[in-house]
């Protein structure tokens, strides 16, 4: 059993079952409430569904700090209330995958002269999913090489590249929900109005605009952190004004996903990325 947590400001610790900080026990990564939404009309017996929703994930760590003399114990002491500041928030990494949290509470339960103190941590996740560490990165239109070395240029001629030559690809998202991502354009030439649609539901994301050769459109469709992102070269600036009206911020469903890219003109000159982190359930 092991957890590190890491704060904003880039500061880590790790607790397992060894010294200095043992961990003891870890609660609140497997299972999670949810609030149900019902509707009950006079005289009826029991109710009508609504929907649900899963509450925030509260996540309790307790140890014990195993240090050889009291000035050690301090030592350590003030750097895990320094790691686990309330004032910053982070990221739990637990079983290959993370979540971010904010800590509620944090602090010993016996004064700090004490050689082996216990240490009692809450952390509050706004967002219950834990998260794969890796980000996936799918690949719906681009260039393949086949240049390599040892290179020889026979009198025929050779391919130093293979389009793509489908528009539609599936995206398997292993999570355990629907997650959001971020949708790449990149042009190669002149491209206009690039597009995403998602064949299973019929939603797209399509921007009105002329993509020049070399730039980019950046497309986050995260909760709570949608945006559109153009950049050329070293400057970024916002997009949101070429986002067509009829335009969904697509999510990954749990499973296959059907995606096709498209563009109004200089089809061939656009390159299609999405990365992505599959979300969980449970660690």
């Known amino acids: ?20 900080y043992f961990l003891r026990k870890i609660d609140g990564t497997g299972s999670i409430r949810q609030t149900i939404n019902t509707f009950k009309a006079p005289d009826q017996d029991g109710a009508f569904y609504i929907s649900s929703v899963l509450d925030m994930r509260n996540i309790t760590i ?29 990221i739990l990494v637990y079983r290959s995958r993370r979540i971010s949290c904010v800590i509620e509470e ?29 980000q996936v990165r799918e690949e719906l239109a681009s260039w393949m090489p086949l240049f390599s070395f040892v290179f020889e240029l026979e009198d025929s001629g050779m391919e130093f590249g293979l389009r793509q030559p489908s528009q539609i690809i599936t995206v398997d998202n292993i999570g355990d929900v629907s997650c959001g991502c971020e949708i790449v354009f990149q042009a190669l030439g002149a491209v206009v109005n690039p597009e995403l649609m998602n ?43 070429l986002l067509d009206t009829g335009s969904t911020f697509l999510q990954l469903s749990a499973g296959r996903n059907l995606l096709r890219y498209s563009a109004s003109e200089n089809m061939e000159l656009l390159e299609v990325s999405i990365y992505y982190r599959p979300q969980y359930l449970g660690a």
């Open 106 to 134: 944090a602090g010993f339960v016996v004064s700090s002269r004490e050689r082996m103190p216990n240490f009692f941590i809450s952390l509050l996740c706004p967002s219950p999913y834990f998260e794969s560490l890796t």
């Open 199 to 241: 064949l299973d539901t019929g939603e797209y994301l399509r921007l009105n605009t002329t993509m020049e050769a070399d730039t980019q459109l950046r497309i986050s469709t995260h909760f709570a952190n949608k945006r559109v992102t153009s950049v050329s070269g070293q400057s970024q600036s916002n997009a949101f004004s």
């Open 62 to 90: 307790e140890g014990t700090l195993l240090s050889q003399n009291s000035s050690e114990a301090q030592e350590k002491r003030e750097r895990l209330l320094k790691v686990f500041s309330p004032k910053l928030s982070g």
């Open 1 to 20: 059993m092991e957890i590190t947590y890491i704060n904003s400001v880039g500061e880590s610790i790790t607790l397992r079952q060894l010294k200095p």
